[in-house]
């Protein structure tokens, strides 16, 4: 079992930036396919990226293309999201998961653990 704890939220300008971090203990993080996910009021919570084991292989969601980038640093056993370019529409609480698959999923159901989640705020 993994805990996945995400910090790194708060309130930016429209254009500006947010380095999210999710630290995980408890199991090695490279045992894990890891994703993002973010929920916003009123909203269904949805994908955001996903990286493999290995940080070989990521996935977007179409509305964060080319402005986050996710990373990994399994000798720190955390997960990075750069925001970059950021939008009112981003307001929302970004989640970190974890999945024990081999393979890389954009399904929330597909995740086994998950953090507390992070407030990211954006203003226009």
């Known amino acids: 079992q993994v805990q996945l704890v995400e910090s790194g939220g708060g309130l930016v300008q429209a254009g500006g930036s947010l380095r999210l971090s999710c630290a995980a203990s408890?199991?090695?993080?490279?045992?894990?396919?890891m994703g993002w996910f973010r929920q916003a009021p009123g909203n269904e919570r949805e994908f955001v990226t996903a990286?493999?084991?290995?940080?070989?292989?990521?996935y977007y969601a179409d509305s964060v293309k080319g402005r986050f980038t996710i990373s990994r640093d399994n000798a720190k056993n955390t997960v990075y999201l750069q925001m970059n370019s950021l939008k009112p529409e981003d307001t929302a609480v970004y989640y970190c998961?974890?999945?024990?698959?081999?393979?890389?999923?954009?399904?929330?159901?597909?995740?086994?653990?998950w953090g507390q989640g992070t407030q990211v705020t954006v203003s226009s």
């Open positions: 998961a974890a999945r024990t698959s081999l393979f890389t999923s954009r399904t929330k159901s597909d995740y086994d653990y």
């Open positions: 990286i493999s084991r290995n940080g070989g292989n990521t």
């Open positions: 408890g199991r090695t993080l490279s045992s894990y396919v």
